[in-house]
């Protein structure tokens, strides 16, 4: 079966979101998430710590620090800052969305979600369903 021209670009920008992931410093869990809208990545982002903190997501217990911010939240956070709108843009992530984090892409007017990695909690997916956006599990990334 060939792969729609669609699910090529999915993969397409699902790889270029794990190489974005690499750069976070988080060492339990390495996140990248990209913005795209009209064929155009707009924002990207990576899970990590808030301008100006040190780089390191964990305490000396290996938890992650509560005020570390998800891939998703910072690409949010970045497009929002620009002259950009995430509305009715498509999100990639390497790892779905929690809870906290579906709020903010609903919110942002992103209307479809592509990941590859389930998180352990699929509530934010579940809400991200009942709100009408459209999701998109790959579980591959091969052609």
């Known amino acids: ?15 270029m ?3 974005w992931s690499k750069l976070s410093y988080c060492e339990r869990r390495q996140v990248g998430a990209l913005i795209v809208k009209d064929k155009m990545i707009i924002s990207d982002g990576y899970n990590g710590t808030p301008t100006g903190f040190e780089n390191f997501c964990e ?7 509560w005020y570390v911010l998800h ?26 969305p929690c809870r906290e984090c579906s709020k903010l892409i609903h919110q942002a007017g992103i209307k479809r979600l592509v990941y590859f990695e389930e998180y352990k909690d699929d509530s934010g997916i579940k809400f991200l369903k009942k709100a009408g956006v459209t999701i ?7 052609l």
């Open 1 to 15: 079966m060939v792969p729609s021209k669609q699910k090529k670009y999915d993969i397409a920008y699902l790889r």
């Open 71 to 96: 891939a998703e939240a910072n690409a949010i956070l970045k497009v929002a800052s620009s002259t950009q709108s995430a509305n009715g843009a498509t999100l990639y992530i390497t790892m779905s």
């Open 59 to 65: 305490d000396e217990a290996g938890y992650t620090k």
């Open 136 to 142: 998109t599990h790959i579980k591959t990334l091969e």
């Open 17 to 19: 979101a794990i190489e």
